[in-house]
């Protein structure tokens, strides 16, 4: 499916994806709090046509990466 969308896997671990100039990175959520210390409760969840994304904060993604 990704494929199909002409978007390409580049890191398989971090799961990163890229398509001409956009990056998207996701994680597993449930390891954030014993992997990096954050809180599943306080991120924050935006509604985008109709998807539920949570998205890190500067200062949380810096812990994460």
């Known amino acids: 499916?990704?494929?199909?969308?002409?978007?390409?896997?580049?890191?398989?671990?971090?799961?990163?994806?890229?398509?001409?100039?956009?990056?998207?990175e996701c994680c597993v959520i449930n390891t954030l709090p014993t992997f990096a210390g954050i809180s599943i409760a306080q991120l924050k969840e935006h509604l985008i046509k109709n998807a539920r994304i949570n998205l890190l904060t500067t200062e949380e993604y810096l812990t994460v990466y």
């Open 1 to 24: 499916m990704i494929e199909r969308l002409n978007v390409r896997l580049i890191d398989l671990h971090e799961h990163a994806f890229t398509k001409q100039l956009f990056s998207v």
